[in-house]
Each structure stands twice: as C-alpha cells, then as structure tokens.
C-alpha cells in the first residue's frame, strides 16, 4: 500500500528544484523583471525565504511595519542586501520551510513556492514541466484560500487540468495544463493564452 507524500516533503522538493535552477543564472538574469509586478527574480527569491527566521514577535513588527498589503515588501525590503549566492544559501538553509512557510504541514511553503518558481522561470523563458505529484496536491488547495483571490477570478466556471487529474466548479469550461491554471487562479494574465473552452473570456476579464 502506497503512502501519500507529505506537504512539507513536497515543499522540499519544490524548493531543492528552486535552488537547483537558482544556481543556473546569470546576474543579468537575478535583475530582470519576473510575473510578480514590481518585483526583480532577485526580489521573488527573497520574498520565498523572507519568513523563514521570523519568530511571532518578529512577525507583529513586520505587520505592524507594512501592514498587511506592504507586509511582504517590508520582507524584500530587509533581505535586498543579500547578494545572489547568499540567498541560495540562505534557500538551502531553509529547504524544509520553519516558521510562517511551515504552516499548514507545508502547504504554504508549497504552494507559495511553487507559482513563485513559475513566475521566475516563465519571465525568464526557462519553462519547466511541474511534477505531476506536486500539481495534483497543489491545485485543490488553491480555489478556496482567501488569500490567494482564486475563488472571485473563477466564481461561476468550470476548471478541467488536461494533464492531471482535477477539475473545480460548475459553469462554462476552462481547459488547461494544471500549471497553467494555478498561474491564473494566482492571477498571473501572462498564462491566459495557454486556456481555452467557452469561459476563458470570462477568467481573463477578471484578472
């Protein structure tokens, strides 16, 4: 009898395959812009690690620095001295996520990192193909966490992954590779192109 990966073991493997492909840039590519408006490579990978040293006080002054829209770039913010290889390493440090990240048996860390990776590697068109496994535990997770904002961008459609097993909702058809979903849900437009079925229109007004 076969048993199920935990979140926190899926976490450390998104982040294992971050860091690996971290290493693999150049420093042209840590300034470029990523899908996260605003933000460099080099900011999204501070913000993955951000939480991970933060204990409760640490984090009521974070929140009480940036309140809870600025929150986490108060977090960028603190870690923007760090060069490149210092945030690798401050990433394998912090493989298994601690803290905040660790929340919820890893599914923050998870989820989190995983769309994040994304954002990375399809601003820089360096497309990778999500483990199957990550993707199947990914997506349901998604549609109901407030604060992701999936469950207003697809109220009323019908999502249907054509190369994992998951579909959500009732109403027109939205079709898509899993990874692909998970960006729009997250709100990343740059993904819409990839969906089709009588809905799609729909999801990509609301981004």
């Not at 929150?71 to 394998?92: C, M, Q, W």
């Amino acid at each position: 009898m076969s048993t199920e990966t935990s979140l926190m073991d899926l976490a450390f493997a998104e982040r294992s395959d971050l860091a690996a492909f971290l290493e693999t840039l150049n420093p042209q590519d840590w300034e470029s812009p990523s899908l996260c408006r605003g933000w460099t490579v080099k900011d999204v990978v501070a913000h993955v690690v951000s939480y991970e040293e933060l204990r409760w006080f640490g984090l009521v002054k974070r929140f009480a620095k940036g309140g809870v829209v600025r929150t986490n770039e108060v977090g960028v913010k603190e870690l923007s001295g760090k060069s490149p290889d210092e945030l690798i390493a401050f990433l394998r440090k912090h493989l298994r996520p601690q803290g905040l990240t660790a929340g919820f048996g890893g599914m923050i860390a998870l989820v989190d990192g995983t769309v994040h990776h994304q954002d990375i590697r399809r601003a820089l068109g360096r497309p990778r193909t999500v483990p199957p496994e990550r993707l199947a535990r990914i997506l349901p997770l998604v549609p109901g966490n407030p604060r992701l904002g999936a469950g207003r961008r697809i109220r009323g459609l019908h999502l249907q992954a054509t190369d994992v097993d998951w579909e959500h909702g009732s109403g027109p058809d939205v079709y898509g590779t899993g990874e692909a979903l998970l960006m729009v849900m997250t709100g990343r437009p740059a993904a819409v192109p990839e969906l089709a079925g009588p809905g799609q229109a729909t999801l990509a007004a609301r981004l």
